[in-house]
Each structure stands twice: as structure tokens, then as C-alpha cells.
């Protein structure tokens, strides 16, 4: 069966990485030292080990979208980007542009950054559900033209050509599943920033619990680090 699980982590989770010696910090934060400390803070948050990261800019993401003809997302909520669009409750059929202001607002929703989680997960879901129609086929040349320019990634270029190639001899439909991870608002110091309180999100443990539950049982035996509890700092 072919099953995708999309796991949410809030920007603003208080966790640490390699480099702060096991202080505390803002995940986003984790950005700021390379895409390898992101990484490690969430293997540490999840006790998994990641063996692969994709990470592709704006400009990708857009023209991404466009190569494959637009995606249908879906939308809980009626909300509007200026001067972009609104997008009304239900499905909404979206260009890369459209699609990308979907994925970004997040002050139109009492939830914030957890709705926008929510809506960066859905345009992913959009996105896998026409990679797996006759569209990928169709536009496959403009499709991996898009991703290869704007893309970065220490997978193998032969394992992304067989995944692509795996999708193409077998075009059916994924199973895509979601969740968000939650936690408590708070005030806290930062390795990053100290000497001032910043906002962050006190990751709760129940939930951390319950995603590393859901990543144990999609991963492979050989991405999971045994002995390991979620949350704990494997620093």
C-alpha cells in the first residue's frame, strides 16, 4: 500500500539541537544553522532518524504546481489574501500562485500557525493526489524540470528517479494522512537570543507521544531510534 504520513511540527516548539548543547531554543530557529540542525532537533523530538530531507523554495513550489496544471485544495474555512484571492469553504482549484498564499496566511485564523499547518498539509495532499493521476504522466518533462532547479535534497538522484518511476508504472491512488503536534503558548529564553523571553510552544508530551507513535508505525524498522523516547535530548 502506498501510505503517506504528513507530521506537523509548530515553528515555534521549544526544543533543542546539536548545536546548543542541550539548551532550549525555537525550532524555526534551528533553521538559522543549516537544514541538518532542523534535522536533528526533530529526530530528537521524535526519536526517529531521518534519512532524507527535501526542501524546495517559493519559486519551486510555484512552478512545481503550474507544471502539474494547477491542484485542487481543499479549505475547512472561507478566507481572502490580498490581492491574491479567496478561497471559499470546500475545494478550491488553484494555480502555484494561489496555492502558495494558501499555504502561508496565517493571521486570518484565530488558530494561527497550527490552521496554517493544517492548509501547508492540504495543498501537500493536493499535490500527491495529481502526482498520482495521468497528470504526472502528461507533464512529467516540466514537472521534474520545476523540482531539480529549486530543489534540495541529500537523496540520491537514482532514488528520487525510482520513486518517480515507481509512481509512473503504478499511477493509483496514496493514502495521505495527517497530523498536527501540539502544545501549551508560553514566554521562554533562547539559545539563539539570550538574555530576552521570546514566545514559543511548549511541546505537550502526550502529543509528542502520539506523533512518534504514528512515525514508528509508517517508518521502516531501520528510521526509528531504538531506546529512544520522544522528546528526550539525544544531544
Avoid at 102 to 129: H, L, T
Wanted: aromatic share 10%; with cysteine; proline share 5%.
Amino acid at each position: 500500500a502506498k501510505r503517506l504520513l504528513l507530521v506537523a511540527t509548530p515553528r515555534d516548539f521549544y526544543v533543542s539541537f546539536s548545536q546548543t548543547g542541550g539548551a532550549m531554543d525555537k525550532l524555526t530557529h534551528a533553521g538559522i544553522y543549516g537544514v541538518e540542525a532542523s534535522v536533528n532537533a526533530l529526530e530528537t523530538l521524535y526519536g526517529v532518524d531521518i534519512g532524507y530531507y527535501l526542501r524546495m523554495n517559493f519559486t519551486g513550489f510555484v512552478e512545481l504546481i503550474d507544471a502539474l496544471g494547477g491542484v485542487e485544495v481543499y479549505s475547512d474555512q472561507e478566507f481572502t489574501v490580498e490581492p491574491i484571492k479567496t478561497y471559499r469553504q470546500g475545494y478550491n482549484q488553484l494555480t502555484g500562485l494561489e496555492a502558495l498564499a494558501f499555504a502561508r496566511e496565517r493571521y486570518s485564523f484565530p488558530d494561527g500557525d497550527y490552521q496554517r499547518a493544517k492548509n501547508q498539509m492540504e495543498v501537500i495532499r493536493a499535490v500527491v493526489e495529481k502526482c498520482s493521476s495521468f497528470a504526472l504522466v502528461q507533464n512529467f518533462r516540466p514537472v521534474l524540470e520545476a523540482a531539480g532547479e529549486h530543489l534540495e535534497t541529500n537523496m540520491p538522484k537514482e532514488h528520487l528517479y525510482g520513486l518517480a518511476a515507481l509512481q509512473l508504472g503504478d499511477p493509483g491512488p496514496w493514502t495521505v494522512e495527517t497530523y498536527t503536534a501540539q502544545g501549551d503558548s508560553a514566554y521562554r529564553e533562547t539559545w539563539s537570543m539570550p538574555g530576552q523571553e521570546l514566545y514559543v510552544i511548549l511541546p505537550d508530551q502526550t502529543s509528542v507521544e502520539q506523533a512518534a507513535a504514528l512515525l514508528e508505525e509508517t517508518l521502516p524498522a531501520d528510521l526509528r531510534s531504538e531506546g529512544t523516547t520522544p522528546g528526550e535530548d539525544r544531544t
